[in-house]
C-alpha cells in the first residue's frame, strides 16, 4: 500500500519536487499551501509530469481549524513533510515577531494534529543556518550551533527544539534536514522556483538577471579570505534534496531509525565561490552576466560547506547533480517562466 504524505508548504520551491519525488517512489501525497509566496501552477506540472491530481488544501497552519480539516478529510496519512514556513533572512530582521509567530505557531499547529490523528513519521526543513558563523567547514551534525544570524534562523534552531521535545515520549519519530544551498530546477523545465517576491538567493538571481528581468547584480563581497575573495556556499540541485525526504520518511516507515528525533545534513560536501557560481553559468549557458563587485552583505557567513556521509551511510542518500546541472536546469525554467511572462 502507498503511505499517505502530508506535503505543508507543497506548492513551494522545494515542496513541490517533493511531492513529485514521493509520487514517483511509491508514496501518495496531499499538500496544504497558503499561496502567500507562490502559486499553484506546480500543481498542474506534477499532473502533467505523473498523471496524479493530489489533493490541494489552501491554508494557513496558523489556523488550526482549516488545517484539522485535511486530517478529517484524510485520517489515514502516515507522514508529514513540514516545508510551509517564512523564509526570507532581510524580513526576519525586520519583523522578527512575524517570524516567531508565523514559523512556530504552525509547527506547534501541526505537531499537535501529527500526534492527535496518529501520524508515524515528521520531516521538518531545517537549515545550515542553526550552525551559525561557523569557523570551520566541512559541519557534521555534531557541529556546535552558534549564535543565530537572524531571527528566520533562530525559527529553525528553535524549531528543531520544539520537535526534540515534544516527541521524546511518544511513538511519532521525526528526521530534521538541514539543508545547503538549494538550488536549481526540475530537468523537465515544468517546474522550479517560482515565488511572488522577488528572489534574494543567488541563483535566481543570476538567471533573472541574465534574462534581463534585473540590469545587474551584485557580488556580495571579494574581500573575504577564500580562494578568490567572495563566499563559499555548498549548492544542493533541489531533485537531489527532494529525494532525500522520501528516503528519509522510508528510513522511518521501515523502522530503521532508533532514534526518537534523526539529524541530516543535505548538501554535495563542496564548497563554490560566488564567483564560480557565476562562471559555471555563463560557461554552460554561453550567456554572459552583467555583474558587479560590491560590497559585503551584512549577515553573511564567510564559509560553510557540509559533511553529508551520515545521510549517505543511513539513508542511502547521494547528490546525482553536479553545478552544471544546477545552473543549466534553472537558466531553462528561467527562460520557460519568462516565455509564459511570469515575472
Ligand atoms: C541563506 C541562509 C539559508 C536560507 C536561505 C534562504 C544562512 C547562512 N543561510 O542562505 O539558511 O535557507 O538564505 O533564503 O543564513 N549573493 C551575491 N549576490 C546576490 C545574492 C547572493 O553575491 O545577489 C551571495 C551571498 O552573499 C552568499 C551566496 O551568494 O555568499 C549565497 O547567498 P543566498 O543564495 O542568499 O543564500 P545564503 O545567504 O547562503
Avoid at 87 to 93: D, F, H, I, L, R
Avoid at 112 to 134: E, M, N, P, Q, W
Avoid at 135 to 156: F, I
Avoid at 230 to 248: E, F, G, K, N, Q
Wanted: with cysteine.
Amino acid at each position: 500500500m502507498r503511505p499517505k504524505v502530508l506535503v505543508t508548504g507543497g506548492t513551494g520551491y522545494i515542496g513541490s519536487h517533493t511531492i513529485l519525488d514521493l509520487l514517483e517512489n511509491g508514496c501518495d501525497a496531499v499538500c496544504i499551501d497558503s499561496c502567500i509566496n507562490s502559486d499553484t501552477s506546480c500543481l498542474k506540472a506534477i499532473k502533467e509530469l505523473t498523471g496524479t491530481e493530489i489533493p490541494f488544501y489552501k491554508a494557513d497552519l496558523c489556523d488550526l481549524k482549516a488545517t484539522e480539516q485535511v486530517f478529517r478529510d484524510h485520517p489515514d496519512i502516515a507522514g508529514i513533510i513540514h516545508f510551509a514556513a517564512l523564509k526570507a533572512v532581510g524580513e526576519s530582521v525586520e519583523k522578527p515577531l512575524l517570524y516567531f509567530r508565523n514559523n512556530l505557531e504552525s509547527l506547534i499547529n501541526i505537531l499537535d494534529l501529527s500526534l492527535r490523528y496518529g501520524v508515524k513519521a515528521f520531516i521538518f526543513s531545517s537549515s545550515c543556518t542553526v550552525y551559525g558563523d561557523v569557523t570551520h567547514s566541512p559541519v557534521d551534525e555534531n557541529t556546535p550551533w552558534q549564535e543565530a544570524a537572524s531571527p528566520y534562523g533562530r525559527t529553525k534552531q528553535i524549531g528543531e527544539q520544539i520537535i526534540t521535545d515534544t516527541l521524546r515520549h511518544t511513538d511519532m519519530k521525526s528526521i530534521l534536514l538541514r539543508y545547503f544551498n538549494p538550488a536549481g530546477a526540475h530537468p523537465s523545465g515544468k517546474m522550479g522556483e517560482s515565488p511572488i517576491n522577488p528572489p534574494q538567493n543567488l541563483v535566481p538571481v543570476i538567471t533573472e538577471t541574465a534574462i534581463g528581468k534585473r540590469k545587474s547584480m551584485t557580488v556580495f563581497g571579494t574581500d573575504y579570505p577564500t580562494r578568490d575573495g567572495s563566499c563559499i556556499r555548498d549548492y544542493i540541485h533541489v531533485c537531489d534534496l527532494a529525494h532525500a525526504h522520501t528516503l528519509a520518511l522510508k528510513y522511518i516507515f521501515e523502522g530503521r531509525q532508533d532514534e526518537q528525533t534523526g539529524i541530516f545534513n543535505l548538501g554535495i560536501g563542496n564548497g563554490l565561490t560566488v564567483l564560480e557560481i557565476i562562471e559555471a553559468f555563463q560557461r554552460v549557458t554561453g550567456v554572459s552576466l552583467s555583474y558587479i563587485l560590491g560590497d559585503r552583505r551584512p549577515g553573511d557567513v564567510m564559509a560553510i560547506y557540509s559533511d553529508h556521509t551520515k545521510a549517505g551511510r543511513l539513508l542511502g542518500w547521494e547528490p546525482k547533480m553536479t553545478i552544471d546541472d544546477i545552473v543549466s536546469t534553472a537558466w531553462t525554467w528561467e527562460k520557460n517562466r519568462s516565455a509564459a511572462g511570469k515575472s
